[in-house]
């Protein structure tokens, strides 16, 4: 890979539970993610990885969001998604389903979602050109479908999470968070969603990889953080990390908490 300068930072993030809001559950986070680099972020389930990104996206969730988010040095304001897009920001969540798309919509209006200015003109809506640029993605991502004009929820698992893909990378950004983002989907699709992560760090985009299973995270990742109880325990590059050295990051920390 090649890897470049710093592009996005984090520095002592932390968010509280949206119920309880006694009870944080990302504690202190700092982290940091260059041109070209994927970073992975490995932890077991309710470690807090998924709360991490969604509040660093606009604040999706958590109450009395703290810390600085840093662009190319310069403090940055994620309080809203759209600020957050605006920053040039990505977050590809972990059930696309729930929150990724709109299963009753066409795969055209669900690629189209995160970027509407880009396919309007004067605040109208080009569907000649919306389904121009979703079929060049449908083609590019190769989307199995007909053609854009397909409800997206007659698709299968892997072509529904390269249509969320799709969404996010017609916005454009420089930085991509990636929440499980082979969950549930065959072993060809994943596959193609690896060729196309690799694909994308190339050409430099900065990439945060979140994923519970290991093999992805140690084959795809130049650089892994370990996530505990909502901080981070561990940081290793990826040549270096295997899963017994992350499993033994997580059960020390745990070990310390309760000591």
């Known amino acids: 890979p090649q890897i470049g300068e710093t592009v996005f930072e984090v520095k002592n993030w932390t ?20 041109r070209g680099e994927i ?9 807090g990885r998924t709360e991490l990104a969604m509040s660093l996206f606009g604040r999706s969730y958590g109450r009395r969001v703290s810390g600085k988010a840093l662009l190319r040095g310069r403090e940055i304001d994620l309080g809203t998604v759209g600020k957050a897009v605006g920053h040039g920001i990505a977050y590809v969540t972990e059930d696309r389903k729930a929150w990724g798309l709109i ?51 007659t698709l299968s698992g892997g072509n529904q999470q390269k249509t969320v893909l799709a969404k996010w990378l017609f916005s454009g950004p420089d930085i991509l968070i990636l929440d499980e983002p082979t969950r549930g989907i065959d072993v060809g699709a994943k596959y193609e969603i690896y060729c196309l992560i690799a694909d994308l760090a190339r ?20 650089r892994i953080y370990v996530m505990n109880d909502g901080a981070f325990v561990a940081e290793m590059r990826a040549a270096e990390a295997s899963q017994e050295k992350i499993m033994h990051a997580i059960v020390r920390a745990g070990r310390n908490k309760h000591e």
């Open 15 to 34: 968010a509280f539970h949206e119920q309880h809001e006694d009870r944080a559950l990302v504690k202190g986070v700092s982290f940091n993610v260059r």
């Open 39 to 47: 970073v992975g972020i490995a932890g077991l389930m309710g470690a």
């Open 103 to 153: 299963l009753d919509s066409e795969v055209q209006h669900n690629i189209s979602l995160a970027n509407l200015a880009g396919v309007s003109r004067w605040g109208v809506i080009d569907e000649e050109k919306e389904y121009t640029v979703a079929n060049a993605f449908r083609e590019r991502m190769n989307i199995r479908c007909p053609d854009a004009s397909v409800r997206v929820g």
């Open 203 to 222: 050409e430099g985009k900065s990439i945060v990889l979140i994923s519970s299973e290991m093999p992805e995270l140690l084959g795809i990742s130049d």
